[in-house]
Structure formats: C-alpha cells, structure tokens
C-alpha cells in the first residue's frame, strides 16, 4: 500500500508513489550487474531523486525478485556511481473520465534537472507522469562527451516494484525523424541500463 505524507506538497501528489527508499539491482549493459539504491525525498517544492549504483558480481535469473536478485549478487571493490535528479512539476492535465486506470488520475509534465556533488547542472530533461509511469527525455548533455547523445529512461511500479530502463539515442538522427514527422524506431535507439527495485524494508 502507498502511504502518502500530508506534508507532500499538492503538485507531487500525483508522484507520491515514487516517494521511498528503493534497493534492487540491474545491468549496465551488456553485461555488467549492478547493485542500486534509489532515495526519492521531497525537498521544497519538488522531488530529488539520487541514484547509487555499484558494480557487482553474479548472475539473476529473470524471474528472480528484486531482493531476490540483489541476495546473489557480489559487489566488486569500487567506488560506487551516485546520480542525482531534480524533479519539478511544470504542468496538470486533467484527464478524460473514460481514459483513467484510476479515479483521480491525471498527466503531469514535469522538468528534470540532474546535478553534480556540486548542484552543477550536467543535463535536462522534461517528462510525462499518469498513474504509476514516468517517461522522461532529454536531447543531452552539458559535458562535451554527452552532446548529441539523448537519452530516455521509462520508470513503472509493476506488482509493487519499480522497474526502470534507459537508452540512448543520437539527437541527429532524432532531429532526422523529427523532420520526417515520425518517432524514433526501434534500430536507432541503444538499450544501455536496466533496474529492479522494492521499497526498503518491504
């Protein structure tokens, strides 16, 4: 069940099912596991979102849970990867009646800014949120071997945990389909990272 804090400002109602600790495990791919932690806390009037990823050791079955598939795995000697993301509510939209999965539901737009240690800005995103999904873009980066890389990652409560993807697009051939009016497919998008998360002491 998803305990909503009354403190949790109006506009983030709708995300509030995001808001916890998360501990699972994923891939960089192709083939490089990794343990991940994600924290999602409220801070003013918006969200932030830190990642800790640490590469691991070990191998888990599809079918494996979260913590099932996290038990297996082995973390290997490194420094571990934190990201973190700034998540604002730009926009509500209401959605019609007949179109809800649940009552109440509406699409939220939201803008993304992930940070540095320092609060330096290294990327933009904007996103959608309706229900328990997000889908968030970004045309790339501030470093100089992140322009002209987009990416996408999908975030999804699925059974009671989030799953997560992320790929990687080139924004050159993005603005080439952009100017073909159609969307990007499947042969120009690179699969690159995959995560299983459940809330901590789940």
Known sequence: MIKIDASTPEPLLPLSWLIDSWEGYGMLLPETSRLQELNVEVVDNHLRLTFSFT?????????????????QLKPVKTASLNETYEVFVSQT??????????????QVILTINQIDTQSNLIREWVGVAQGPRIQMQ?????PEEEKGLGKIRMFGLVGGELMW???????????RAISQGRELNEEETTATATGRLARKNS
């Open 165 to 175: 993807t992320e790929s990687t697009f080139s924004t050159a051939e993005y603005a």
């Open 55 to 71: 590469q691991a050791e070990g191998w888990v079955p599809p079918s494996d849970t979260a913590l099932e598939g996290r038990a």
């Open 138 to 142: 970004s045309l790339g980066g501030v």
């Open 93 to 106: 939209n209401e959605i019609p009646e007949d179109q809800r999965h649940t009552p109440g539901e509406c």
